[in-house]
């Protein structure tokens, strides 16, 4: 999680040490990414999805996490 970053271990040992964590912010994949980077207003967001579709992957597909990593990353925050 985090690309390889140690971002549950980091969070953990914030909370343990009586900091106050107020907000995670993070991008989940690199199709949203690209949606968030790309999207402005007064463009259709169903554009800018059909854009980040045909652009296709940008990992080769060893690389690519599985589908669900994303929900996985968001059920391993929400747990800490």
Known sequence: MGAGLPVLSTLRSLLE???EVTAIEGILSGTLSHI????APGMAFSDVVR???ARGPRL???ARP?????????AAAAAV
């Open 51 to 53: 854009d980040a579709k």
């Open 36 to 39: 968030f980077n790309t999207y």
């Open 17 to 19: 040490t009586g900091d």
């Open 66 to 74: 599985p589908p669900a990593a994303a929900r996985r990353r968001v």
């Open 60 to 62: 080769p597909p060893a």
